[in-house]
């Protein structure tokens, strides 16, 4: 039986002037609220240490960097591998990679309950553009910034649970899961930072994107029969506003837990990983039901044709 205590701490907004130890200390601050009610595996969001710069059109290479960490753990970072490693909680938070070579993703890692890293994601979905776009409201420069991310969608077998990490947009992808579940994921963890308004369509506000978040989450867990946390950074950062949302959704598709405001807040729940079984076992046991002869098109083919 594998039992584990899984939250999500949601962050509220980081301002562009926010240095990485504040950051930090707020990670920190909800690591010891979320160990002291029990929490083994903390999923923080997506780009966790600083603002969400891609809304930033920029040109100046250093001015870029300063927004990367070009290791990790680093001197800024430390503090928080530290403490969850003191207090025994497992963590997944994400930031912009600078490789040694130059190469810029934006990455997430995940550490095991002794704050060694033992698993690390490049996100594969980089929505937006690489140029500025004045028919936006607000720039979304992911392409500019990130590479595709290089090193696929792996498990980990972590805490005596088959982990596989996500990040933001790769969660609206059947695909992500998918890849996941044939590997018998039995927790995805996707931090994300998701404007809360469309930049290209103005009739799509909060309520809407909240439930494309909500729809996605869950039929994730649903078609792979694992648990899925996601988890935002929220609220309005230098002038923009990101929504909440925060879930943790059980293998059945519903909702355990979910947050309630735009700052940062923890939100628990209690996995029971056997609960995985089931799905994967029965409706969703891929062995005996999944039709690959019929599936080619999918790797084959990436845009949409049209071909009647
Ligand atoms: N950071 C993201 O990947 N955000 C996207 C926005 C652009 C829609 C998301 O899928 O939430």
């Not at 420069?141 to 933001?168: H, S, T």
């Not at 996707?190 to 909500?214: C, V």
């Not at 506003?241 to 909702?255: K, W």
Request: proline share 4%.
């Amino acid at each position: 039986m594998v039992q584990l205590v899984v939250g999500g701490a949601q962050m509220g907004p980081i301002q562009h002037a926010d240095s990485r130890q504040v950051v930090v200390a707020r990670m920190i601050a909800l690591l010891e609220a979320a160990a002291a009610r029990g929490v083994e595996m903390l999923v923080y969001p997506e780009l966790a240490l600083t603002t969400f710069f891609p809304r930033w059109y920029m040109e100046d290479e250093a001015e870029i960097d300063a927004f990367f960490e070009r290791e990790m753990p680093n001197g800024a970072t430390a503090p928080l591998f530290e403490r969850a490693r003191a207090l025994g909680v497992a963590i997944t938070f994400g930031y912009a990679e600078l490789t040694p070579e130059g190469r810029r993703f934006n990455t997430s890692i995940l550490t095991d309950r002794a704050g060694a890293i033992v698993g690390k994601y490049r996100k594969i979905h980089l929505p937006g553009h690489s140029e500025y776009d004045p028919e936006r409201t607000h720039q979304h420069l992911e392409k500019r910034y990130f590479e595709p991310g290089d090193l696929g969608f792996r498990v980990w077998r972590n805490a005596g649970v088959v982990m596989g990490m996500a990040i933001c947009n790769d969660r609206r992808w059947p695909e992500t899961y998918r890849c996941l579940g044939l590997q018998g994921v039995e927790l995805v963890t996707i931090g994300y930072n998701t404007p809360s308004a469309n930049g290209q369509q103005s009739s799509e506000g909060l309520e809407k994107r909240l439930f494309h978040s909500d729809l996605s989450l869950q039929a994730g867990a649903y078609q792979n029969a694992t648990y899925v946390v996601g988890v935002a950074k929220a609220g309005i950062e230098d002038g923009h506003p990101l929504m909440g949302g925060s879930i943790i959704v059980d293998p059945d598709g519903f909702v355990l837990a979910r947050a309630a405001t735009e700052e940062d807040e923890l939100i628990l729940a209690a996995c029971d990983f056997d609960k995985c079984a089931f799905g994967k076992t029965t409706i969703f046991d891929f062995a005996r039901h999944r039709r690959t002869e019929h599936y080619s098109r999918i790797t084959a083919q990436t845009g949409m044709q049209v071909e009647v």
